[in-house]
């Protein structure tokens, strides 16, 4: 990495100051826009702030990882995009912490949004995840562009919630390759809840639909 251009570490630090904010100081969940061309070296940024994130020393916090290169199909994308934050589960310490990282919890993770209640880090060994409604287990569901929505939006508020427990970062490489209503509705849904603390940095082209819309909102 030493190689790499000052301007990746640069704004790799300023991610990671913003992470540092939300574990340390509470600041409520917040959205980072790198709206950047492909060539700059977005990929190289996030690569170097999850490093960050998931050193041995860092605060213990849920990493998901969303790739924008997909099918560009609408219905394909929401399936890639719920997987994403369901499977996040089994891939963290923060996961084994809320033992979320066993077959059982993945699935709980990946099916709960109505009820879904976290007792906190302190007592990390009895997490109870209740009340599931989301269908991460292959039940049908509505492939109609408002269904594809909220099967995105479900997903993601399940991980806000799980956030209000443990710092969640959601990483989104090439987002402007997703749908723009789907990467909306992900985007604000996970960052939505009031009491919840997700850092979602969205990489993006400037002029891309994405960006344009969010900056909008």
């Keep these: 990495m030493s190689g790499e251009p000052g301007r ?3 704004v790799a630090g300023e991610l990671t100051e913003w992470w540092e904010d939300l574990c ?4 409520g969940s917040r959205v980072v826009l790198l709206a950047v061309p492909p060539a700059w070296g977005r990929t190289t940024v996030l690569r170097r702030f999850r490093a960050a994130v998931q050193d041995a020393d860092a ?13 560009p199909d609408r219905a394909v994308q929401a399936v890639a995009l719920r997987d994403a934050l369901t499977s996040a589960a089994g891939r963290s310490r923060a996961a084994e912490l809320l ?9 709980q993770l990946g099916v709960v949004v109505g009820g879904l209640f976290v007792s906190g880090l302190a007592a990390a060994a009895s997490v109870l995840i209740t009340s599931l409604a989301l269908t991460a ?43 723009p ?3 909306r509705t992900l985007v604000t849904n996970l960052a939505g809840r009031c009491d ?16 344009t819309g969010l900056t909008a909102r």
Excluded at 24 to 27: E, F, N, R
Excluded at 102 to 107: K, L, M, N, P, Q
């Design 8 to 10: 990746h570490a640069a």
């Design 24 to 27: 340390q100081q509470g600041i």
């Design 59 to 71: 605060p213990v916090t849920l990493l998901v990882d969303v790739d924008g290169k997909v099918a």
């Design 99 to 107: 033992g979320l990282d066993a077959t059982a919890g993945r699935v």
């Design 137 to 179: 287990a292959g039940k049908a569901w509505d492939a109609s562009p408002a269904g594809e929505d909220g099967v995105v939006a479900r997903a993601a508020r399940a991980v806000a919630a799980v956030s209000v427990s443990v710092p969640v970062v959601v990483l989104i490489d090439d987002a402007d390759r997703l749908d």
């Design 181 to 183: 209503g789907l990467a």
């Design 196 to 211: 919840g603390q997700v850092l979602v940095v969205a990489a993006a082209d400037p002029g891309s639909d994405l960006i």
